[in-house]
């Protein structure tokens, strides 16, 4: 069956650092890998869409890595602040083509 | 601000009651979607409409009963819940609903449902 995993222990860092989140994924091959940001309580926010013959992406201060050789997509915030504490969520197409299957997400922390 | 609303953003209601969850999205999108968020799980798709058209129902139990009267407009009646329903009902919308590339969702802040 389809799974995507991202580590379900929460990331705590220290401002100024780069914070790395993984996500694997296993009987997929994706056109596309999204993340998305949650804070508690609201909806999901999109960050940012890699697709499959993209190796890297980057939107300011955030790059995010794709490689379907090894069915991984790593996420960088760089210069992290206390403002990027959030759950972070690796989200990949179903069957349908555009509905989306996420992971259960990484917590970060960022302290000052 | 997303351009997608939910209300209510907070229900209490027994197992016996009767309730619906609205969503209304401003984005002039195709596709709209229903999900569940447990505590400790990922978010979880119940439904998918395309152009109105129910596309997809992922193994929701038919107490849980969506219609979609328009492309703008989304809800989920919900009748006899047990308390394991309990959690927070995301709304979300995409441009295309078509498999586009570029085919991003937009969520609402969510109805955070407890059944007693």
């Known amino acids: 069956s389809q799974k995507i995993e991202q580590n379900s222990e929460a990331l705590n860092i220290q401002e100024g650092k780069t914070a790395t989140l993984t996500c694997n994924y296993t009987?997929?091959?994706?056109?596309?890998l999204q993340w998305y940001r949650q804070d508690p309580g609201r909806g999901p926010v999109f960050l940012l869409l890699?697709?499959?013959?993209?190796k890297e992406k980057r939107k300011e201060r955030l790059k995010v890595t794709f490689d379907t050789t090894l069915k991984q997509s790593l996420f960088h915030i760089t210069a992290s602040q206390p403002a990027d504490s959030a759950t972070y969520l690796c989200?990949?197409?179903?069957?349908?083509?555009?509905?989306?299957?996420f992971g259960k997400g990484t917590s970060l922390l960022v302290t000052p | 601000e997303t351009g997608v609303t939910q209300t209510p953003r907070h229900l209490v209601m027994g197992m016996t009651n009767k309730k619906s969850l609205k969503c209304e999205q401003h984005?002039?999108?195709?596709?709209m979607y229903w999900y569940k968020q447990s505590a400790k799980k990922p978010l979880e798709l119940m439904f998918v409409?395309?152009?109105?058209?129910?596309?997809e129902n992922n193994s929701v139990p038919s107490r849980f009963s969506p219609e979609c009267p328009n492309s703008s407009h989304l809800f989920l009646h919900l009748h006899t819940l047990q308390p394991e329903d309990s959690a927070l009902y995301l709304c979300?919308?995409?441009?295309?609903?078509?498999?586009?590339?570029?085919?991003?969702?937009?969520f609402g802040p969510g109805t955070r449902l407890t059944v007693l």
């Open positions: 989200a990949l197409p179903g069957d349908s083509g555009y509905a989306l299957n």
């Open positions: 009987n997929y091959s994706p056109a596309y």
């Open positions: 979300a919308s995409s441009p295309s609903g078509s498999g586009g590339i570029t085919d991003t969702q937009y």
């Open positions: 984005l002039g999108h195709n596709a």
């Open positions: 890699i697709r499959e013959n993209e």
């Open positions: 409409y395309n152009f109105k058209e129910q596309t």
